[in-house]
């Protein structure tokens, strides 16, 4: 399941929002990812079963280069390196591609969920002739 957000509650109230910008950054760019070549989704953990089920679904092409930016940044990872900044992911570049799909997901389990959990009975013929 995805966790809980306050973007929403966030990006509701632009004062909150411009107040929050530059300490979002801030953090992004300290985490580190971006230094690798990784965008925000590849450092999803792999292994939740909707995960899972959600990396099978992607595009062939988005796909492909999930697997090149992973194997890259584990290349980097080892040598105790970071990319050369003009390999660096740029913030523009750095938007969901995988929880999209996992919110897709989860909204086909919870309506699955909710599609076996329904108990359906047969009406009683004598009780709406008397109505």
Same mark, same amino acid.
């Given at each position: 399941? !995805?966790?809980?957000?306050?973007?929403?509650?966030?990006?509701?109230?632009?004062?909150?929002? !411009?107040?929050?910008?530059?300490?979002?950054?801030? /953090?992004?760019?300290?985490?580190? /990812? &971006?230094?690798?070549?990784?965008?925000?989704?590849?450092?999803?953990?792999?292994?939740?079963?909707?995960?899972?089920?959600?990396?099978? &679904?992607?595009?062939?092409? *988005?796909? /492909?280069?999930?697997?090149?930016?992973?194997?890259?940044?584990?290349?980097? !990872?080892? !040598?105790?390196?970071?990319?050369?900044? *003009?390999?660096?992911?740029?913030?523009? +570049?750095?938007?969901? /591609?995988?929880?999209?799909?996992?919110? *897709?997901?989860?909204? *086909?389990? =919870?309506? &699955? +969920?909710?599609? +076996? =959990?329904?108990?359906?009975?047969?009406?009683?013929?004598?009780?709406?002739?008397?109505?």
């Amino acid at each position: 399941m !995805s966790t809980p957000s306050l973007a929403p509650f966030i990006l509701k109230r632009k004062w909150l929002a !411009s107040w929050m910008k530059p300490l979002s950054n801030w /953090y992004c760019n300290a985490a580190g /990812y &971006r230094q690798l070549g990784l965008r925000a989704d590849d450092i999803i953990p792999e292994e939740n079963d909707m995960v899972q089920l959600a990396l099978k &679904r992607l595009p062939p092409k *988005e796909a /492909y280069d999930r697997v090149f930016r992973l194997r890259r940044a584990f290349q980097c !990872s080892v !040598s105790h390196q970071l990319l050369p900044k *003009e390999q660096w992911t740029k913030p523009e +570049e750095d938007g969901p /591609y995988l929880t999209s799909i996992i919110k *897709e997901i989860e909204a *086909e389990m =919870a309506e &699955r +969920e909710d599609l +076996e =959990a329904m108990v359906v009975q047969k009406r009683d013929n004598n009780a709406t002739k008397a109505h």
